[in-house]
């Protein structure tokens, strides 16, 4: 079966930092594009990450400086390093799978929980 999952949510101080996985199963990610979108409560979903399958990354402005996208191929798995977090991250994190960066996505994951709270 082809999925995704998130992983590594979880609840964090303000100024403190977390780590996300994506690990793919049931396909191979190396040809696809890996996006992280966050919703958070009466917000809509926004995209906030994205790494090509070349390997070339996006972000939005919310995170630019504080979070880092990558990917281990041989891990079938993508990570988003978040660094720095405010109580604005607060929310439920998917990552995507798609051809091209903010194109439209093949597959989701159901997501994890990040609080950030003091």
């Known amino acids: 079966q082809v999925q995704l999952v998130e992983s590594g949510g979880g609840l964090v101080q303000p100024g403190g930092f977390l780590r996300l996985s994506c690990a793919a199963s049931g396909f191979t990610l190396d040809y696809y594009a890996i996006g992280w979108f966050r919703q958070a409560p009466g917000k809509e979903r926004e995209g906030i990450s994205c790494i090509s399958s070349e390997g070339n990354t996006y972000y939005a402005g919310s995170v630019k400086g504080r979070f880092t996208i990558s990917r281990d191929n041989a891990k079938n798995t993508v990570y988003l390093q978040m660094n720095s977090l405010k109580f604005e991250d607060t929310a439920v994190y998917y990552c995507?799978?798609?051809?091209?960066?903010?194109?439209?996505?093949?597959?989701w994951g159901q997501g994890t929980q990040v609080t950030v709270s003091s």
């Open positions: 995507a799978a798609s051809r091209l960066c903010y194109r439209e996505s093949e597959y």
